[in-house]
Antibody, heavy 122, light 107 residues
Framework: EVQLVESGGGLVQPGGSLRLSCAAS????????MHWVRQVPGKGLEWVSGISWNSGSLRFADSVMGRFTISRDNAKKSLFLQMRSLRPEDMALYYCVKDLGRDITLVTMHHWGQGTRVIVSS | DIQMTQSPSSLSASVGDRVTITCRAS??????LNWYQQKPGKAPTFLIYAASNVQSGVPSRFSGSGSGTDFTLTISSLQPEDFATYYC?????????FGPGTKVDIQ
């Protein structure tokens, strides 16, 4: 069974930093692209960032470009999102998502974690 | 960026009803369209990929169709566990965008 468990969320002041982690199990982690998708409670879904199976391709939404970094450690079956210069509009539930394929093309969000909450407030 | 719209934004239906949700893309995306279901307090789950291919394990009452800019998700006979919010997502080009969602609730 595919399991994706996010951690690292919490309360941070505007301008601060946070690093989210996702521990994966139940599948060959290094065979799949991975993504972060966020959702403001009661609102819709926004794709944030994606990384290919071998970290060769990275993509970011314009809203986080230059502030967020995505990385993965295939040996540890883990995905990360380093978030800097956080803004109130970054406040959301952040989901770790497994893609259907290896590359970040034709992105299909196959399995989702339960999310970790990020609160940006002074 | 490709903008996705959905209609209606919400609907009320009864168990056994046939339900159709429409998704429209701001430009042609061929059949690069996925559908997800989200129940309150839960993460989304994957239903349909490439417009009409139902994910393994998803009940056969769910179906999808369309190409180009116009797509539909149909639930042939609504069941109690289908009351949820449904999102479409284009997989054609980055940034991969979602529709705003259609909430299906009990009439």
């Amino acid at each position: 069974e595919v399991q994706l468990v996010e951690s690292g969320g919490g309360l941070v002041q505007p301008g601060g930093s946070l690093r989210l982690s996702c521990a994966a199990s139940g599948f060959n982690f290094d065979d799949y692209a991975m993504h972060w998708v966020r959702q403001v409670p009661g609102k819709g879904l926004e794709w944030v960032s994606g990384i290919s199976w071998n970290s060769g391709s990275l993509r970011f939404a314009d809203s986080v470009m230059g502030r967020f970094t995505i990385s993965r450690d295939n040996a540890k079956k883990s995905l990360f999102l380093q978030m800097r210069s956080l803004r109130p509009e970054d406040m959301a539930l952040y989901y770790c998502v497994k893609d259907l394929g290896r590359d970040i093309t034709l992105v299909t969000m196959h399995h989702w974690g339960q999310g970790t909450r990020v609160i940006v407030s002074s | 960026d490709i903008q996705m719209t959905q209609s209606p934004s919400s609907l009320s239906a009864s168990v056994g009803d046939r339900v159709t949700i429409t998704c429209r893309a701001s430009q042609s995306i061929s059949t690069y369209l996925n559908w997800y279901q989200q129940k309150p307090g839960k993460a989304p789950t994957f239903l349909i990929y490439a417009a009409s291919n139902v994910q393994s394990g998803v009940p056969s009452r769910f179906s999808g169709s369309g190409s180009g800019t116009d797509f539909t998700l149909t639930i042939s006979s609504l069941q109690p566990e289908d009351f949820a919010t449904y999102y479409c997502q284009q997989s054609h080009s980055p940034p991969w965008t979602f529709g705003p969602g259609t909430k299906v609730d009990i009439q």
